[in-house]
């Protein structure tokens, strides 16, 4: 879904799950006409997770929130049904970590609907979807209204009462001397995933969660690229195998095709793959696949970077496994990721491109592990990882 779009519920039911690199804090707001609530009962969250047809549920940590509505059960003067969310940091913006909503069918959990809001900055939370009714027929629209003053800004603006935090009196003291200005300490480095950067500086490297946008000089990069992928054995003198693969998507995160060894061009060449490589020793890239984005099919909106081991060696056994993102024409190496931390297992997503609205590309380092041995076995988790 783009914003804007609608779809049509076949369900009467639905779950709308709110899911991003960090933690969310995802809520609802039931409104009439007017677009407000009746009142603070219709406030749908953590602290008041039932209203009429209307519940939430937390994910603990382990997995998304989501909202579910049955639509049978909403009041007649109901007219909408938003869905919010805001990242459970304080002070943390959606820069870098654009949420994806997944609208399902909440008896089967088949997929209805998804929606990424695109060209996120500032904003601290944000209107994502809505379920709305429509001359008696429940629709899903995507929206991805951002808000600068986080989910009370929301809360306010749809008639929710929030109570600001009584001040403590101060106490009364003496005046005290004037102590020098001390001068300010240099910002932080942003944490993993906590922004996106672009090209404008050359070469990133990027740490796991991280995203940079594929745009130089204010315009995107549409042009072939490259992907490396490379990793030495842990242990001198034992082979490891592992296989390069890329998986496209649709905008429903439909799988579209694949690139690996056995189908080394897909798209109509635009996506072409080097060739398996049985041992990974030597320097410089193991496998390489050239992405064409110019020549991509509009239907293509995300791309999945994988590595696999279907010899069943885990990736405990692997040294200096890295992607990187070249510009094909000049061998230009534009972004690094170094892979740390293996865990002991035969499948990790290792990168991901996704189309903007505004038709950029962004690449976010992955780093997710699996169990998976082939490519056919990271369909899934890399639909997931988009």
């Given at each position: 879904m783009t914003p804007g779009s609608?779809?049509?519920?076949?369900?009467?039911?639905?779950?709308?799950?709110?899911?991003?690199?960090?933690?969310?804090?995802?809520?609802?707001?039931?409104?009439t006409a007017d677009g407000k609530v009746r009142s603070d009962d219709d406030f749908i969250f953590y602290n008041q997770p039932t209203g009429p047809g209307v519940t939430y549920r937390?994910?603990?940590?382990?997995?998304?929130?989501?909202?579910?509505?049955?639509?049978?059960?909403?009041?007649?003067d109901i007219e909408k049904i938003v869905v919010t969310a805001s990242p459970d940091a304080q002070g943390q913006t959606f820069q870098g970590i654009e949420p994806t909503a997944t609208i399902r069918d909440a008896a089967d959990?088949?997929?209805?609907?998804?929606?990424?809001?695109?060209?996120?900055?500032?904003?601290?939370?944000?209107?994502?979807?809505?379920?709305?009714?429509?001359?008696?027929?429940?629709?899903?629209?995507a929206v991805g209204q951002g808000y600068a003053n986080g989910l009370a800004g929301i809360a306010t603006d749809f008639g929710v009462?929030?109570?600001?935090?009584?001040a403590a009196p101060q106490p009364v003291v003496a005046p005290q001397p004037v102590a020098p200005p001390v001068p300010a300490a240099p910002p932080a480095p942003p944490a993993p995933g906590a922004g996106k950067i672009n090209l404008d500086k050359g070469r990133v490297s990027l740490q796991k969660k991280q995203t940079v946008s594929l745009v130089k000089g204010g315009q995107p990069l549409l042009s072939q690229v490259q992907m490396g992928l490379g990793w030495e054995p842990a242990f001198h003198g034992k082979d490891?195998?592992?296989?390069?693969?890329?998986?496209?998507?649709?905008?429903?995160?439909?799988?579209?095709?694949?690139?690996?060894?056995?189908?080394?061009?897909?798209?109509?060449?635009?996506?072409?793959?080097?060739?398996?490589?049985?041992?990974?020793?030597?320097?410089?890239?193991?496998?390489?696949?050239?992405?064409?984005?110019?020549?991509?099919?509009q239907e293509v909106t995300g791309l999945v970077f994988t590595v696999n081991s279907f010899s069943g060696q885990k990736f405990t056994?692997?040294?200096?496994?890295?992607?990187?993102?070249?510009?094909?024409?000049?061998?230009e190496e534009l972004v690094r990721f170094d892979l740390t931390n293996a865990e002991a297992q035969t499948g990790v997503l290792m990168a991901k491109l996704v189309r903007q609205f505004s038709g950029e590309w962004d690449m976010t380092a992955l780093g997710d592990f699996v169990k998976a041995r082939t490519v056919r076995n990271m369909v899934d988790p890399g639909a997931r990882a988009l």
């Open positions: 609608n779809i049509p519920l076949s369900a009467a039911r639905v779950t709308v799950d709110v899911a991003a690199p960090v933690r969310l804090d995802v809520s609802s707001l039931l409104l937390s994910g603990g940590g382990a997995g998304p929130d989501a909202i579910t509505v049955d639509t049978a059960a909403v009041p007649p959990g088949s997929v209805l609907g998804l929606f990424t809001p695109p060209q996120l900055g500032t904003e601290t939370a944000l209107v994502i979807v809505e379920i709305y009714r429509r001359n008696g027929q429940w629709k899903a629209r009462t929030v109570e600001e935090p009584a490891i195998d592992l296989d390069a693969s890329v998986i496209a998507y649709g905008p429903q995160r439909n799988a579209i095709d694949s690139c690996y060894f056995g189908k080394l061009t897909i798209l109509g060449g635009a996506v072409k793959h080097s060739g398996d490589n049985l041992t990974g020793q030597g320097g410089g890239d193991d496998e390489v696949i050239t992405v064409d984005l110019g020549r991509l099919p056994e692997v040294a200096k496994a890295y992607c990187r993102l070249l510009d094909a024409a000049t061998g």
